[in-house]
């Protein structure tokens, strides 16, 4: 069973530009979380999507954005990029009904804004 | 109180001895404490998660113990190894709704030959 995919691994982009983000989430899970993590902030929640819809969304500006496909594949994009977004932006797949919340990473994609 | 607080920051141990890992949380609407292992260069990988219907799970080397009553819960490595060597990550979420997880801090972990 294929795992959550994520791509690209590595970005360098420069201040101002904008840039997205992709993420396949395991066969026949309808749930994707994304979650920044940085050194000093550790993981933070960004937002989840189930079958195409946000359900929740974490404390950071709207620069920050995302959907999901019908086929629960999902992109984050991130709008004029400054600096301190630089991170590792993880992908978590999950069934997130009911009781079955396992959540299972992507290698994620490091981003360097430069 | 939507926090998770996890201790120490970084742990050593030799090999063969026990790696404690503590974390202690607020919400009490938290009913799902799963815990992540990641290397370096990889996403967080679940080693083992709890619900606070029991008050330990055991899966080989890896235990999770649970206080409900303290709001704290805590991995157990027995017979660490140095290939145990990797940051780890306490998590709680609730299964109403919130669709998020709150992550702890992490302890990075090193085992020495």
């Known amino acids: 069973k294929a795992g959550v995919t994520q791509t690209p691994r590595y970005l360098i982009k420069t201040r101002g530009q904008q840039v997205t983000l992709s993420c396949s989430p395991i066969?026949?899970?309808?749930?994707v979380s994304w979650y920044q993590q940085t050194p000093g902030q550790g993981l933070q929640f960004l937002f989840e999507?189930?079958?195409?819809?946000?359900?929740n969304k974490g404390n950071f500006p709207g620069r920050f954005s995302g959907r999901q496909f019908s086929n629960s594949r999902s992109e984050m994009n991130v709008s004029t990029l400054e600096l301190g977004d630089s991170a590792l932006y993880l992908c978590?797949?999950?069934?997130?009904?009911?009781?079955?919340?396992?959540?299972?990473f992507g290698q994620g994609t490091r981003l360097t804004v430069v | 109180q939507q926090q998770v607080k996890q201790s120490p920051q970084s742990l050593i141990v030799q090999k063969g001895g026990i790696s404690i890992i503590n974390c202690a949380y607020e919400?009490?609407?938290?009913?799902?404490f799963p815990w992540y292992q990641q290397f370096p260069g990889k996403g967080p990988a679940l080693l083992i998660a709890?619900?606070?219907?029991?008050s330990e799970k055991k899966e080989g080397r890896f235990t999770i113990s649970f206080n409900k009553s303290a709001k704290q819960f805590s991995l157990h490595i027995m017979d660490s190894q140095p290939g145990d060597s990797a940051t780890y990550f306490c998590?709680?979420?609730?299964?109403?709704?919130?669709?998020?997880?709150?992550f702890g801090t992490g302890t990075r972990l090193k085992v020495l030959a």
């Open positions: 978590a797949s999950s069934l997130m009904t009911g009781m079955n919340t396992e959540a299972f």
């Open positions: 066969s026949g899970h309808r749930s």
């Open positions: 999507y189930f079958s195409e819809t946000q359900r």
């Open positions: 919400n009490t609407a938290f009913d799902y």
């Open positions: 709890i619900r606070p219907d029991v």
């Open positions: 998590a709680a979420t609730t299964t109403s709704g919130t669709y998020k997880y709150i």
